[in-house]
């Protein structure tokens, strides 16, 4: 049974694509848990696996064997009715690309989980949340008029507004200049130290790995290592390492 | 989640507004269908309660069924004098009617394309003239004068104190016009022409000297029209009847409505065709729409929403897109209404200009017919949205969320032999099932092979365009190529939108093979049995002229034999008949009947000749009496005395003698012969005998002499006129398939707006471009000309054989005009490409690339 202390875990989590020749195993037997409250980076090479740990764990994509939990709820066991309501109670996302809906705005865009599950929207915790991604001023913008910055913080509060165990974010600031990438990564990292919430992120930029507070590297679909309390100078060092 | 679809569907007007056309031309065409009709039905009551207004009571021969114009037999004139002794009558006139065509300057006869030439006197008392009123002049008194009705006084710039020729069923005369009648706000009665005159000449002219058509009576002060009505029954002999005249209004308003009820049906099954051929382009468009959003449904599914939630989304935004059509193709469906009106004025109808208002009943058959439409095409697509795993907002998957390819093809091949089977047994068989009967079938049938080709076509797309693009390749290799492969990836799409224009074609395919069976088959009938050297008779429906013409001919020397021919309906068992009241004594010169069994001399005599198919169908034999209801004489039980087998001149499967005809038909428009088959004497040369009996058709301009082959011709030109109807109906079905090409390949080019940058990038110049989209539509049009000619000419050979026991005998596929229905395919996709090559060639290179 998963600790109190775990927001989401994988036990033994196998993931293989294709059949036969084109076999591969992205997911080679990975156990992780992700504590609740902290902020978790995954580190890796193309190829590693971090994302499909990412989606397998947040119930977007099944497991070829393994099992995986978020809170106490084993998501093996869920149908798809079920899994739906778990990622729309306990769940947020933050993608690298495509996170808004383009017809809506800013502010239809961050309560489109609660609308989804037909309920009515804390206001306290929307106006504290809009206030932290500082975008006050910008709710009744369409994506299209909003920066990339500022794109990617309005998905940030829309994973944040629904109050979920854990969110998870697959290079949240892949696309985005160092300036907004800092920025998203400020609100993320207050998110976790003020709200307490977990977050789960994926990427390969060391600076941004840094912010948070265990990074878990993989490689070949294996996690290869731990650093708790990273440090931008630690994780270039670490990457140094498996660079040879 | 409404928001999200509200937002959605406004942010994609162009889709939106393309997809929308399509189902508000269906709505369109059947909500107009239910205004004209309304209108016309309006129009009707209108008109006779005015013609009917300020009368209480009309007296008449009672009769069986009411056809129409067609009036009541007359009666003697002595039971004027029996009705003004009832009590409680203030006043009653006696009126005498009969056709009456009125000729213009130039001597030719005004005869209006359906409604009747009406002749009649003019009651003396204001109250029972009905809402005839005299605009100008005065009453018509004495032999020799006439007032007619404003419209065909201002039509023919005809007034007061000009001589006009008149032509009754005592010949053509001279008239002095001394008056013009109005009829309350309207010019004339329905577009029928009407001529006045006073009773005693009436009597004259429509030969009923000492009888009377009805008698018009008015109630004295304080006595109600249904007790006057009741008064004058017990007084009046059997036979006579006593009617309100509110309610004979409403029964001749009600007669008359049904005699053009068969236009609402034709109307009504081509606003189907419209609306079936549009659900094959909101099924394409919605599909596209949900591979397009793929991602966007995807995130929606990753941040909570259900796959119940998706469907419904993409279900809530048909509805929308059903709703909004529907209720603008109900506002075009006036527009519609008027065009139709308009269409049949040029025709000579006479129709009001103002369409009657909107029923609840066409707000709801029109409304919910394009909003279901919209639903149920959409369903499909939507199941499949709903099966956007939500990584597919993260990654490029490939949802192929394919129904098994072989599920498809045996779904397909099962439809179409059913589809098949259903029409043939509709087509040779008598189905009863339920409300079901042979014609609902075929269409039943019909819809389903056409759902079943769409399916199937699917298979059958990649073959098909790589044949069709063979020859552009060397025309255009590099664009041929490229949208011959476009056209293949998406095979489905390809052929959904295909479809749409197959549907249309095939069943002008249809009319074009039927049509043209039918020509051959009256050619040959002319050809091998009309003996008669010419025909005279009117041309359009109804009507008729003097029978003193064919007195004429027979005094001439030149003429050897002449067979006047009338038409009657009569009643058996409950339905309604056609019989033809034939001169049997003079038939064996003018008209081959291929007589089987009887002799003609026994026709004369009295009885029924029966069509040999018509006899074999129900059982009948020579000898035995069948069962015939006349408006005028009631039941009979009438002998069949004979059995023929020619059906094609004749035009109809029972004949009668012409002395039968006369007993049991009376009233309008019997009197007069509708053909008369005319044999010169042999050795006369044509020109002279021509001469002759055109002489003799002088006075009788609507009358028109023709010879064999100019009746062929003429028989000809009905046929086709009524394709031309037929295909002017189905051009909006292949106008709408049309919009599906141009929605289909624009929402192509937006989803390979990537890939045509790359084109662009490589070098590919604007032109190519057009030139790819174009030759992509030209191979979808042609693709779907290819099977809707297939289809239609397997309809066309298939209703043509059916029809063998109406007579048509022949089988003839025009090559000609089938083949140009592929040129209207080709030019379909050469219109449809325009928009979308425009917006291909158009993309900004460095944007699309970029593109996200």
Not at chain 2, 445 to 473: D, E, Q, Y
Request: aromatic residues 6%.
């Amino acid at each position: 049974m998963p600790g109190d202390s775990s927001a989401a875990r994988m036990q033994s989590g196998i993931k293989v694509y294709g059949q036969n020749h084109t076999e591969v195993w992205a997911l080679d037997s990975v156990s992780v848990q992700f504590e609740r409250g902290k902020f978790t980076a995954i580190m890796g090479p193309s190829g590693s696996g971090k994302s499909t740990l990412l989606h397998c764990t947040a119930g977007l994509d099944n497991l070829t064997s393994g099992q995986v939990w978020i809170g106490k709820t084993e998501l093996g066991s869920l149908n798809d009715k079920d899994l739906t309501l778990l990622r729309r109670e306990q769940v947020g996302f933050i993608f690298q690309t495509f996170n808004l809906i383009p017809t809506l705005t800013a502010k239809e865009n961050i309560i489109l989980p609660i609308s989804i599950a037909r309920k009515n929207p804390d206001l306290e915790w929307f106006e504290k949340v809009v206030e932290t991604i500082g975008l006050k001023d910008r709710l009744h913008h369409r994506p299209s008029e909003l920066s990339g910055g500022q794109q990617q913080r309005v998905a940030a509060a829309r994973a944040l507004v629904s109050k979920p165990q854990i969110i998870f974010a697959d290079e949240p600031s892949g696309n985005l200049d160092s300036h907004s990438g800092a920025e998203l990564l400020d609100f993320l990292r207050r998110a976790v130290d003020e709200f307490g919430q977990t977050i789960v992120m994926v990427t390969h930029d060391s600076s941004a790995a840094s912010r948070a507070d265990k990074i878990m590297f993989l490689d070949d679909g294996r996690l290869v290592g731990e650093m708790p309390d990273p440090t931008i100078e630690d994780v270039l060092d670490r990457l140094k390492q498996y660079g040879n | 989640m409404i928001r999200v679809t509200l937002k959605g569907i406004l942010a994609h007007k162009l889709r939106l507004a393309l997809t929308a056309l399509s189902v508000m031309i269906g709505v369109a065409f059947i909500s107009g269908t239910f205004i004209f009709t309304d209108t016309i039905d309006r129009t009707f009551s209108d008109l006779f309660d005015n013609a009917f207004s300020g009368q209480d009571v009309i007296v008449q021969s009672e009769t069986e069924f009411n056809v129409g114009f067609q009036g009541p037999p007359p009666f003697d004139q002595s039971l004027l004098d029996t009705v003004l002794a009832v009590p409680g009558v203030a006043a009653a006139e006696g009126r005498a009617g009969g056709f009456a065509i009125i000729y213009n300057k130039d001597g030719d006869a005004i005869v209006p394309m359906g409604p009747p030439t009406l002749g009649s006197s003019l009651s003396i008392d204001d109250h029972l003239l009905g809402a005839a009123e005299l605009r100008a002049g005065r009453a018509p008194k004495g032999l020799g004068e006439v007032a007619i009705d404003a419209r065909t006084a201002k039509d023919n710039q005809l007034d007061v104190g000009d001589q006009i020729q008149i032509q009754t069923v005592t010949g053509v005369s001279y008239y002095q016009l001394v008056g013009i009648i109005g009829f309350g706000a309207t010019d004339n009665l329905a577009g029928a022409t009407f001529a006045g005159f006073d009773l005693e000449s009436a009597q004259k002219l429509f030969a009923l000297e000492g009888r009377l058509s009805s008698i018009q009576v008015l109630a004295e002060e304080g006595i109600g029209s249904r007790t006057l009505r009741d008064r004058i029954a017990l007084a009046v002999p059997e036979g006579i009847e006593a009617v309100t005249a509110s309610d004979e209004a409403a029964d001749q308003a009600e007669a008359l409505s049904e005699n053009l009820g068969f236009i609402q049906i034709v109307l009504l099954v081509f606003g189907a065709i419209s609306v079936f051929v549009a659900s094959f382009i909101i099924q394409n468009t919605f599909r596209i729409i949900v591979r397009q959003r793929q991602r966007e449904l995807a995130l929606l599914r990753s941040i909570g929403a259900t796959g119940i939630q998706v469907v419904l989304m993409v279900i809530a935004e048909a509805t929308v897109i059903g709703i909004i059509s529907s209720a603008i193709g109900i506002g075009l469906g006036f527009g519609f209404a008027s065009l139709i009106t308009f269409v049949m004025t040029l025709g000579g109808f006479e129709l009001p200009a103002t369409t009657a208002p909107l029923a609840m009943r066409t707000v709801l058959i029109g409304g919910l017919t394009g909003i279901a439409v919209t639903v149920l095409s959409a369903i499909f697509p939507a199941l499949r949205a709903s099966r956007i795993p939500p990584v597919a907002a993260l990654r490029d998957v490939d949802v192929r969320l394919k129904r098994s390819e072989r599920a498809r093809t045996m779904l397909g091949v099962i439809s179409l032999v059913a589809g098949t089977a259903i029409v043939l047994s509709g087509l040779f068989t008598n189905v009863e099932v339920g409300p079901i009967n042979e014609l609902i079938a075929v269409g039943i049938g019909a819809t389903i092979v056409f759902l079943a080709v769409s399916l199937l076509s699917t298979n059958i797309v990649k073959p098909l365009i790589s044949l069709l693009v063979l020859p552009l390749l060397r025309l255009d290799p590099v664009a041929a190529r490229l949208a011959s492969q476009n056209s293949i990836r998406q095979p489905r799409r390809t052929a959904t939108t295909a479809s749409a224009l197959m549907v249309g074609l095939a069943l002008v395919a249809t009319f074009f093979v039927l049509g043209d069976s039918i020509k051959a088959t009256t050619g040959r009938a002319i050809e091998q049995s009309l003996r008669a050297d010419y025909l005279v008779s009117v041309d359009g429906f109804g009507g008729g002229f003097s029978p003193l013409l064919s007195e004429e001919l027979d005094a001439s020397d030149e003429i050897a034999a002449t067979t006047s021919l009338r038409f009657g309906f009569w009643d058996l068992d409950g339905s309604e008949e056609l019989l033809v009241g034939i001169e049997a004594e003079t038939v064996e010169a003018t008209i081959f009947l291929d007589v089987k069994h009887g002799s003609l001399s026994d026709l004369a005599a009295g009885g029924v000749f029966v069509h040999e198919k018509t006899a074999d169908r129900s059982g009948w034999k020579v000898g035995t009496s069948i069962p015939m209801g006349f408006s005028t004489t009631g039941l009979q039980q009438v002998e069949i005395v004979g059995i023929y087998g020619e059906q094609n001149i004749v035009q109809s499967a029972f004949l009668v003698g012409l002395d039968f005809y006369k007993e049991n038909f009376q009233g309008f428009g019997t009197d007069a012969d509708v053909t008369v088959a005319v044999k010169a004497v042999d050795g006369v040369p044509a020109e002279k005998s021509r001469a002759v009996v055109e002489k003799a058709a002088i006075n009788y301009s609507n009358a028109r002499v023709r010879d064999q082959a100019e009746s062929r011709e003429y028989q000809e030109s009905r046929i086709d006129i009524v394709l031309g109807i037929f295909n002017a109906l189905l051009a909006l079905a292949v106008l709408i398939a049309l919009f599906g090409i141009t929605n289909t390949l624009s929402l192509s080019v937006f989803e390979r707006t990537r890939e045509i940058g790359l084109l662009r990038a490589v070098g590919m110049n604007r032109r190519k471009v057009r030139r790819m989209i174009r030759w992509e539509s030209i191979m979808v049009a042609a693709l779907g000309a290819l099977l809707g000619i297939s289809i239609g000419i397997f309809f066309g050979v298939a209703i043509t054989a059916a029809l063998s026991r109406f007579g048509i005998t022949a089988i003839s596929i025009p090559l000609t005009q089938i083949l140009s229905l592929l040129i209207v395919g080709v030019i379909v996709g050469l219109i449809a490409a325009v928009i979308p090559a425009r917006r291909a060639s158009r993309l900004n290179v460095l944007e699309a690339i970029s593109y996200e």
